[in-house]
């Protein structure tokens, strides 16, 4: 086939309507075009396709509304009742009777006389404030120290010997001698749960982080001299989010099972936390009619655990770029 010549004049435009410059810009050749990606809203996309997830995160929700709304809004007098005989340890048909039908006495009254309903409450958010408080402490600590002790020879010769010696000595026997010690409070509890605890989170970061680091990535930006700390910071702590968010969902029900464990014991806070309360009525566990007062807080106990971990695993999962395909 043969090439054909086209006059353009003969359509009487200028070279300028016909053709138009194309400038070079370095910024715009670099730019890839693509779906626009946003992680968490990716996380938040695989956490929520598991219908099971959902049916926990209400749970959780109604949990944490009773918790830490549901006692603001009553006034809660644990004593009220203490020199009334006929109103200790009611069950819940004769709560109703002796004080007629309300929320307070859906689970009966306690040896002082109390509403068993809102002293299990009041003790969760006691028990829970303490976890999250513990929790955000050994996190911060344990994840900071692990991602620069990963890096650093001289950190890794000293704090491997100090792990040696004080993971020797058995946790809750640690906690234990604290808080006979110290005075029996809330932030000696923090206090005694704090103190060593973020050393082993600290000890499994710096091994996550002695896994990564040798990447190809990570080897160069330490060739180009970024310092260690922004490595630490900017190409690997990210890179872990789902290994953090697993280690959190692991040490908030943990922290409840010490409180819940310790006050059990006697050896727990002074306030009337959920370990208080159980302890309290454990002696009501076998007698007919009171067993309201022991399964409550305990059940509360189990519920706000066991939910606590799960949506915490099952967003560790979520977390993970692998499943995001």
Known sequence: MENELFDLEKYGLSNEELFSRVDHSETESEKITAPRYSYWKSVFRVFFRNKVNIILLCV??????????????????????????????????????????????????????????????????????????????????????GAVWGFSKRLDMIM??????????????????????????????????????????????????????????????????????????????????????????????????YEVFLAYIGMGIKDMSLGRIIGAAQSAMLTPGWGYEFWSPVLVSAVLTIVLYVVGQNLGDASDPRTHM
């Open 160 to 257: 491997n010997e100090v792990v040696n010696i004080i993971g020797n000595i058995p946790y809750t026997l640690l906690i234990s001698v604290l808080v006979l010690v110290l005075s029996p409070s809330f932030w000696t509890m923090v206090f005694a749960l704090t103190v060593t605890g973020w050393l082993f989170i600290a000890y499994f970061i710096r091994t996550q982080v002695i896994i990564i680091r040798d990447r190809d990535y990570n080897l160069a930006s330490r060739c180009l001299g970024t310092p260690i700390t922004r490595i630490a910071t900017k190409n690997i702590l990210p890179f872990m989010t789902s290994v953090i968010v697993t280690q959190i969902a692991i040490e908030i029900p943990s922290y409840i099972s």
């Open 60 to 145: 959780l929700l109604i949990v944490l509304l009773l918790t830490y709304v549901y006692p603001s809004l009553i006034n809660y007098d644990p004593y009220a009742n203490l020199m009334d005989g006929t109103a200790k340890h009611l069950t819940p048909s004769a709560a109703f009777a002796r004080f007629g039908r309300s929320i307070h006495w859906i689970l009966g009254s306690g040896g002082s006389g109390e509403p068993t309903f809102d002293a299990v409450w009041y003790g969760a958010r006691i028990s829970l404030t303490l976890a999250l408080i513990c929790a955000g402490i050994n996190m911060t600590i344990g994840v900071l120290l």
